[in-house]
């Protein structure tokens, strides 16, 4: 499954890859290869992702591969300035071993909040 979501940030590049990197990556690495396995709570379940840098020419794109059993995701974030602002995008791929639990919809759905709730930090509506 792919799919792409997009927002316009009202602030400069610096900030806003400096935002991403800070609230977004856990990897303090940047170098490609570069792995970080971190745990969180979904729901009553506890999840152990393992975050790997594929690529990094920040401050235009930084790619990330996220895995968790069964599931594969590829992030190709890019940041390009476009009169005065920050087109920020994201094309995601995932991979599962199974079936996919959602459909395409509900994941393109939060992928776009997340990335709404992120332009509203970056921006101090938050």
């Not at 997009?6 to 800070?22: M, N, P, R, W, Y």
């Amino acid at each position: 499954m792919k799919y792409q979501c997009a927002v316009v940030i009202d602030a400069a590049i610096e900030k806003v890859t400096a935002s991403f990197l800070e609230i977004m990556i856990m990897s303090r690495t940047l170098a490609p290869g570069s792995e970080t396995v971190f745990s969180y709570n979904l729901g009553d379940r506890e999840v152990v992702m393992k975050e790997t840098i594929e690529s990094c020419d920040l401050p235009g794109e930084l790619v990330v591969i996220y895995e968790i059993d069964g599931v594969w995701n590829r992030c190709v974030n890019r940041f390009t300035e476009e009169d005065g602002k920050v087109v920020f995008t994201i094309e995601s791929e995932f991979v599962f071993a199974d079936d996919p639990p959602v459909n395409e919809e509900n994941f393109r759905n939060k992928t776009q909040k997340q990335m709404e709730d992120f332009k509203a930090l970056v921006e101090g509506n938050l």
